[in-house]
């Protein structure tokens, strides 16, 4: 026959293991959850090293300028003071600062010296290239200086020859409306020869004088 004081010493036994059994369990399963927690954090954490870097836009290559354009005319004596016409000329980049640029330029509207009962009716185009360098000044503000070699016509007042070797040097200032748009104001003096008209009465009709006119353009600027 069982003894009732031994049966109840080994129930109190089997409830303390069981107790300590769960007690543990649940030490187990907190420990668990807790570093689940923690580890969390860390997944959304990237290594700023190995980060990929942001993609970075292509440098432009291109630039196309299209605006109005004013030039002198010193080639004929008795006529305006100057014309107005237009410019397009596209520059090839070059690195950070050196380009290739060529432009070409149309001038008729004449302007200036009204009171000439007769001031004809001449012309200009030049196609000239050359090389320049460019950089950036302050912000969006940069500027450029080039030198230029081509040709250039003179029009409307029976000149023989009416077409010259031609050259020059000038500068501008561009101020960026973006990535791809901006404005440019530039000034260059181009240098020509041209024989005086037939009624010149120095001596020299028909011979060849070299003459400077200086222009000036404003436009736009396109970027690609």
Do not use: C
Request: aromatic share 12%; no cysteine; hydrophobic share 40%.
């Amino acid at each position: 026959m069982e003894n009732p004081a031994a049966a109840g010493g080994l129930g109190t036994v089997r409830i303390e293991e069981s107790f300590e059994l769960k007690r543990t369990q649940l030490f187990l399963l907190v420990g668990v959850a807790g570093a689940m927690l923690s580890a969390l954090p860390a997944t959304g954490q990237v290594n700023p090293e190995a980060a990929p870097a942001p993609a970075q836009a292509a440098p432009y290559r291109y630039e196309a300028f299209v605006g109005a354009a004013y030039s002198r005319i010193r080639q004929v004596p008795v006529t305006y003071s100057g014309l107005i016409g237009g410019q397009a000329s596209v520059a090839r980049d070059w690195g950070k600062y050196f380009q290739l640029i060529g432009s070409a330029d149309y001038y008729k509207l004449g302007v200036g010296h009204g009171f000439l009962p007769n001031p004809g009716s001449p012309s200009i185009y030049t196609f000239l290239v050359g090389p320049g360098i460019h950089a950036t000044l302050y912000g969006p503000l940069s500027g450029q200086f080039f030198t230029e070699l081509g040709a250039e016509h003179t029009g409307g007042e029976s000149m023989s020859p009416n077409l010259s070797f031609a050259g020059g040097f000038g500068g501008g200032l561009g101020y960026s409306l973006g990535r791809n748009f901006g404005l440019q104001l530039t000034a260059d003096r181009v240098a020509a020869s041209f024989p005086l008209p037939d009624n010149n009465t120095s001596g020299q009709a028909g011979s060849t004088h070299r003459t400077w006119n200086a222009r000036g353009t404003f436009g736009v600027v396109y970027r690609f």
